[in-house]
């Protein structure tokens, strides 16, 4: 039997994310993946420098991962989560109680980081209808702000900058206030909360919640700010009846340093979403939580009930191999793994900064950023990266590195020698 993955095919009639089927960009075909590298069909192996959009922080193919999947087949894969209930849903749910910031107290198991969103901006509109606030239907949200492709979600998403705007007609219309512009170690500017100030003065009677990523903005612009932005944030909204929506679905879990990235402003949202590296990037799972106040009111409103039951939701898998990744990261001491990349990356992608095509280079926790002059070319760029036996996918003006944490001090330095090897060609 011919084991070789039909590229042709796949190339013809899979859709891959954000691609055209008319001009459709090469999509490598995987044999395999363990630890950090990616093995391609023709033997070459690749380092992650993405860690699959944030989910892989352990590594492929991690034997007690492996494990806790097969192991959950054994009792059951699924059951149906309406009326039924589990060991490692309730189990999950505990843990992710206890290790989020205190007083996020209830947890619905969505079953993707849009999904998450999607189910934070119903518990907020609820919940304001719980409170007897029959307007207070909109969202403030920030420019540069990504919280994924479905409509709820890509209408809190930058409106221009975001790959949304296709459909802004469609959407509803929010209140977009300009992201910070201060990097976490620059001096604080208080002008930067004069928008949310005066919208929240004109307008909370209309707003539900402030969403936001907090501290890193991903996919929107890979751009950090300062976190007394949204400590003060969190006060203004709480003082004008208006909820806080953390989205911490690329953010959490480690990857900027802090557990969660809220815990650098010392915050706890009214609602928090959670996703990507839950599970170690081995399935889909996401989760929103909320205050308990936010949970009565919620559950007082005329409805009753949280308006939301995904088929898929709490499937025992994901939540058993989520629980054994949650607890591969206290075992890994990932505090000490992402300081380390942090800086190496600071030492290493700091010469970047002389390249012509460079604008700005920065690092967060174990993120490093390129900020390019000018948008690249993701195919040539990627090809140049292969070639050097590296795994970057870039968007829009960023090249970035957010490797797994188990990362070596070697493997990294291959990930970053390539950028200094690439970019001034860019
Ligand atoms: N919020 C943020 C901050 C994200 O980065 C993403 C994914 N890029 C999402 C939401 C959506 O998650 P998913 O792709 O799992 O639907």
């Known amino acids: 039997m011919n084991n070789k993955i039909d590229i042709e095919f796949d190339k013809q009639h899979i859709w891959h994310p954000y691609t055209s089927m008319l001009a459709p960009i090469p999509a490598y075909p995987v044999a395999s993946a363990t630890g950090v590298k990616i093995r391609l069909e023709d033997g070459t192996e690749l380092i992650d420098g993405m860690s699959s959009w ?27 989560f309406g009326g039924l209930t589990h060991q490692p849903a309730v189990t999950l749910c505990k843990k992710l109680i206890d290790i989020t910031p205190i007083g996020l107290e209830h947890v619905f198991l969505a079953d ?70 201060i990097k976490p170690n620059e001096p604080f500017d208080q002008n930067s909360l004069k928008q949310l100030k005066t919208t929240l003065e004109n307008h909370s009677g209309q707003i539900a919640a402030l969403i936001l990523e907090p501290i890193v903005q991903g996919a929107g612009g890979m751009r950090f700010y300062h976190p007394e932005f949204l400590r003060q944030a969190k006060h203004l909204c709480q003082q004008h009846g208006v909820l806080l929506i953390a989205d911490e679905i690329a953010t959490g879990f480690g990857r900027t340093g802090k557990l969660f990235a809220c815990e650098h402003a010392e915050i706890t949202p009214d609602i928090m979403c959670l996703g990507k590296a ?6 889909t799972l996401a989760a929103t939580l909320c205050t308990e106040p936010v949970a009565k009111d919620i559950s007082r409103c005329e409805a009753g009930v949280i308006m939301h039951g995904p088929t898929f939701m709490g499937n025992p898998l994901a939540c058993a191999v989520a629980n054994a990744s949650l607890d591969l990261l206290a075992e890994n001491n990932w505090q000490q793994q992402v300081a380390n990349i942090e800086q190496q990356l600071t030492d290493g992608l700091a010469p970047c ?32 990266f292969i070639k050097r036996g590296v795994w970057v996918r870039p968007f829009g003006k960023n090249v970035y590195i957010m490797p797994p944490f188990v990362i070596s ?16 060609d860019f």
Not at 152 to 176: I, R, T, W
Not at 278 to 283: A, D, V
């Open 278 to 283: 839950i599970t170690g990037g081995y399935m």
């Open 54 to 80: 944030w989910s892989v922080v352990h590594g492929y193919n991690h034997e007690k991962l492996n494990n806790a999947l097969i192991e959950q087949t054994k009792s059951m894969s699924h059951v149906m």
């Open 112 to 181: 993707s980081g849009s999904v998450a969103v999607e189910v934070a901006m119903k518990m907020a509109i609820q919940c304001q209808l719980g409170r007897g606030f029959e307007n207070r239907n909109k969202f403030i949200a920030l420019t540069f702000g990504y919280h994924g492709d479905t409509f709820g979600a890509m209408s809190v998403c930058d409106p221009v900058n975001s790959m949304h705007s296709l459909y802004s007609d469609l959407m509803p219309k929010h209140f977009f206030i300009d992201a910070p512009n």
């Open 353 to 384: 900064s002389k390249f012509e095509s460079v604008a700005d280079v920065r690092v967060f926790g174990a993120i490093g950023v390129v900020e390019m002059n000018n948008p690249v070319n993701v195919s040539e760029v990627q090809k140049a």
């Open 409 to 424: 001090q070697q493997e990294l330095k291959q990930l970053i020698d390539a950028f200094i090897e690439v970019l001034p």
